[in-house]
């Protein structure tokens, strides 16, 4: 089972962009699809993008197509989430997560295998 830990999160103003990274342990991480969540302040994790094992699908959160970006690179065991046109409504702790099935319907249930320690990011208005 691989191991995550997210980096890049931090303050940013509105309109602002941001790339998080998440970087994972293990040899197995091309067996896994990924994926990211956020939690805002008083609410619950919800999903925002998820990413195949490959790289070549992406689904997102409707909230965030078309501002976000999720990539991986697999020579470097790392996921990244570029997001662009940030707006006050984004800020939340973003998780990385890892699973080895990749679907929508699944992915937005949330009940992934493996989770980050998350990162904070700020918007300000």
């Known amino acids: 089972q691989v191991q995550l830990v997210e980096s890049g999160g931090g303050l940013v103003q509105a309109g602002g962009s941001l790339r998080l990274s998440c970087a994972a342990s293990?040899?197995?991480?091309?067996?896994?699809?990924m994926g990211w969540f956020r939690q805002a302040p008083g609410q619950g994790r919800v999903f925002v993008g998820t990413i195949d094992w490959s790289g070549s699908s992406t689904y997102y959160a409707d909230s965030v197509k078309g501002r976000f970006t999720i990539s991986r690179d697999n020579a470097k065991h790392t996921v990244y989430l570029q997001m662009d046109s940030l707006k006050p409504e984004d800020t939340a702790v973003y998780y990385c997560?890892?699973?080895?099935?990749?679907?929508?319907?699944?992915?937005?249930?949330?009940?992934?295998?493996?989770w980050g320690q998350g990162t904070q990011v700020t918007v300000s208005s």
């Open positions: 293990g040899r197995t991480f091309g067996s896994y699809a």
């Open positions: 997560a890892a699973d080895r099935y990749f679907a929508p319907a699944y992915w937005r249930r949330g009940e992934m295998e493996v």
